[in-house]
């Protein structure tokens, strides 16, 4: 009997593609051969030495110890591309929020609550509307950072809304990237994108690399008044030089899935709490295939998404 030991709530429908006959799944598994899990850091000692696979079911690993597991052997997969679309359509939602006046607007209704008289409401608020004017995505330019599976669903997405885009990736070869659509231009030079971008989304991976890429250099070359939405990862930005940015308004909105107390209750900032992933479609997706490559591993011996 194989035996699969998970961390978090792992959607069933991934689960149940371990046939109970010959798998063992639980969070209760000792000696386990594998393991899945979702956002719980895994600390080394976790890791027992019956372990051969690890699987995230998610874009990131991490809050995995990849490289202790490289030297012991152990193979650790990732499920690309699975949870995409749900990040898209969040980036979508954080573009939205912050040129419309949907969240001040909402704050505004709520601070009527108590009346009776609708027709008096009503005639109100169409006095006040002014105040909430927005505006349209289309027409503006959106840089991605970041041309992987995400980055290209947004910039499609982008394309679409009739948006400019403008894809730089720092480890990629432009040419190479993840079902680029070849409207997008691409940009050698980040800081290029920057300074011609009403919006910059990130869609990087925490590596040495990309970790605190936003630094002060980069937030002086932005354009000014940009939004910088990040569904990404936390490190990527330094958070000192985007609150000095917000304060010089050289960026003007940030849109973060990542929450920190300095940033809470700003006008300038929308934060949400890590739910770019969060959908019940992402999480079925990710389980699936999360399960299904551990299972061609440990079956077949291969490797996909390693
Ligand atoms: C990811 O790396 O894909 C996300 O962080 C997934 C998640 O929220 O679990």
Redesign the pocket.
Known sequence: MTKIRTY?QISSKGLDRFDRAQYQVGADQQDADAIVL??HKLAPDEIESSVRAIA???????NVPVTHCTERGVVVF??PG??ANA?KELVLTGMLLSTRGVIPGMAHIAKQAGGSDNAALSKQMEADKKQFAGNELAGKTLGIIGLGAIGSMVAGMAIDLGMTVLGYDPALSVDAAWRLPNQVQKIENVTALLANSDFVTLHLPVLDSTRNLINDEMVSAMKPGLCLLNFA?DEIVDHDAVIKGLDNGQIGRYVSDFPRYELIGRDDVILTP?????TAE??EN?AVMAAEQLKDFLVNGNIRNS
């Open positions: 978090n979702r956002s995230r079911a998610g874009a990131g690993t991490n990732n499920t699975a949870n990040v990862r890590h739910i770019g992933a969060s992402a999480e990710c």
